[in-house]
């Protein structure tokens, strides 16, 4: 079964830092694109940022410049790091990921419980 922890949610002042961090563990073959997502209330969930499995990042026009997205493939992690933050980015941070679980299965995508993140201004 394929599990995805996220960690590193918290309550910081506008202008701040914070680096989220996402754990997937157990039967894993094979990780594609990893991202994160996020969902204010009342709102939709958005994607914030992605990152091939070769390295290559994708965001949002609204965190571009201020959000970094990176990968550790040997430790199965994705991470999340949060600058210059706004009263506009709180919301749940979800963590996302491609995964095969066999070598014959087709990637999947699999969701953490979310973490949450709060800006006060």
């Known amino acids: 079964q394929v599990r995805l922890v996220e960690s590193g949610g918290d309550l910081v002042q506008a202008g701040g830092s914070l680096r989220l961090s996402c754990a997937a563990s157990?039967?894993?073959?094979?990780?594609?694109?990893m991202g994160w997502y996020r969902q204010a209330p009342g709102k939709q969930r958005e994607l914030v940022a992605t990152?091939?499995?070769?390295?290559?990042?994708n965001f949002a026009d609204s965190v571009k410049g201020r959000f970094s997205i990176s990968r550790d493939d040997a430790k199965k992690m994705v991470y999340l790091q949060m600058n210059s933050l706004k009263p506009e980015d709180t919301a749940v941070y979800y963590c996302?990921?491609?995964?095969?679980?066999?070598?014959?299965?087709?990637?999947?995508?699999?969701w953490g419980q979310g973490t949450q993140v709060t800006v006060s201004s």
């Open positions: 157990g039967s894993i073959f094979s990780i594609n694109a």
């Open positions: 990152i091939t499995s070769g390295g290559k990042p």
């Open positions: 996302n990921a491609d995964i095969k679980v066999t070598y014959w299965s087709s990637y999947r995508a699999y």
